[in-house]
T-cell receptor
Framework: RKEVEQDPGPFNVPEGATVAFNCTYSNSASQSFFWYRQDCRKEPKLLMSVYSSGNEDGRFTAQLNRASQYISLLIRDSKLSDSATYLCVVNKGVTGGGNKLTFGTGTQLKVEL | EPEVTQTPSHQVTQMGQEVILRCVPISNHLYFYWYRQILGQKVEFLVSFYNNEISEKSEIFDDQFSVERPDGSNFTLKIRSTKLEDSAMYFC??????????????FGPGTRLTVL
């Protein structure tokens, strides 16, 4: 089983649509969870951290279900500029250092007029 | 807004040559990382560095790789004898803290390494 699994997409949606991405992770010891976005041939950019209680940042809402080892990202009122690859990322958070991030392969989103 | 910087943006080298990729992490950050992304594949962890020593490394980070913080600002990745399969985008990242709190990692723009 992959450490972090995502549907690669692409998700093609019209502007204004709501789109949801899902992710599962295999290591139950994972401590921190993130969504990054990556534009073509660019660096991953932190979109938001994901907390157990769920969190929202403008049009973006992230949810975490530790029992199911499942993370989601919801984008409302999608914009053309949201077109990118969305990376689900987990961190095992080994005490004393490490802090290694494990990335999913990403889900590609294309927002169209 | 502070950011991670990397040089060069693109490095072309011959197989067997040594390369050094350079990074300047965000100034108040204490943890530094190298990741790589082969074209079309996912981002993979290479190594993390804290307090002037490696804190974790992946299977990819073999004896051909080394990291160094030669001064107070730079963080370097050296590949001693490059192979064709080392061709990838190499990202440097830094975080303020490690495992607990403020552990978000911020990435530099990357160095594209092409080994011929």
């Amino acid at each position: 089983r992959k450490e972090v699994e995502q549907d690669p997409g692409p998700f093609n949606v019209p502007e204004g649509a709501t789109v949801a991405f899902n992710c599962t992770y295999s290591n139950s010891a994972s401590q921190s969870f993130f969504w990054y976005r990556q534009d073509c041939r660019k660096e991953p950019k932190l979109l938001m951290s994901v907390y157990s209680s769920g969190n929202e940042d403008g049009r973006f809402t992230a949810q975490l279900n530790r029992a199911s080892q499942y993370i989601s990202l919801l984008i409302r009122d999608s914009k053309l500029s949201d077109s990118a690859t969305y990376l689900c990322v987990v961190n095992k958070g080994v005490t004393g250092g490490g802090n290694k991030l494990t990335f999913g392969t990403g889900t590609q989103l294309k927002v169209e007029l | 807004e502070p950011e991670v910087t990397q040089t060069p943006s693109h490095q072309v080298t011959q197989m067997g040559q040594e390369v050094i990729l350079r990074c300047v992490p965000i100034s108040n950050h204490l943890y530094f990382y190298w990741y790589r992304q082969i074209l079309g594949q996912k981002v993979e962890f290479l190594v993390s560095f804290y307090n002037n020593e490696i804190s974790e490394k992946s299977e990819i980070f073999d004896d051909q790789f080394s990291v160094e913080r030669p001064d107070g600002s730079n963080f370097t990745l050296k590949i001693r004898s490059t192979k064709l399969e080392d061709s990838a985008m190499y990202f440097c990242a830094s975080s303020e803290l490690g495992t607990l709190g403020a552990n978000e990692q911020f990435f530099g723009p990357g160095t594209r390494l092409t080994v011929l």
